[in-house]
C-alpha cells in the first residue's frame, strides 16, 4: 500500500510559478512511475507529467518547456514545478504512483490560474 499527500496548490495570476510537492509513504521501495495528472471542471483527467525509475520523463504537449517533473533519490518525494502558468492550466492536480499493477492517486490540490 502507498499513501500520497500532495500540497503547493493555490491561486496565482497568469505568468506565475508553482511548485507542487507529493509525498509517498507506505510500500514505497517498489515505487517504479511518479506522475502528475489533473482534471479541470468538466473535462477528464489527464497526463500532465510522468518520471520513471530510470530517471526518464514525459510531458503532455500543453506543458512541455513550462513544467519540469522531478523526486527525489529516496523515491518517497515528486515534485512538479510549474511556470509560466495559463488560465487553462487551473485544474485541481493529483499525484500517481504505480507499484506492479497498482495504480494509487493523492487527494489533489487545487490550482486556480487567473488572468
Known amino acids: 500500500q502507498v499513501q500520497l499527500v500532495e500540497s503547493g496548490g493555490g491561486l496565482v495570476q497568469a505568468g506565475g510559478s508553482l511548485t507542487l510537492s507529493c509525498a509517498a509513504s507506505g510500500t514505497i521501495f517498489s515505487i517504479k512511475t511518479m506522475g502528475w495528472y489533473r482534471q479541470a471542471p468538466g473535462k477528464q483527467r489527464e497526463s500532465v507529467a510522468r518520471?520513471?525509475?530510470?530517471?526518464?520523463?514525459n510531458y503532455a504537449d500543453s506543458v512541455k518547456g513550462r513544467f519540469t517533473i522531478s523526486r527525489d533519490n529516496a523515491g518517497n518525494m515528486v515534485y512538479l514545478q510549474m511556470n509560466s502558468l495559463k488560465p487553462e492550466d487551473t485544474a485541481v492536480y493529483y499525484c500517481?504512483?504505480?507499484?506492479?499493477?497498482?495504480?494509487?492517486w493523492g487527494q489533489g490540490t487545487q490550482v486556480t490560474v487567473s488572468s
Open positions: 518520471i520513471f525509475s530510470v530517471g526518464s520523463t
Open positions: 500517481n504512483v504505480f507499484v506492479g499493477a497498482s495504480s494509487y
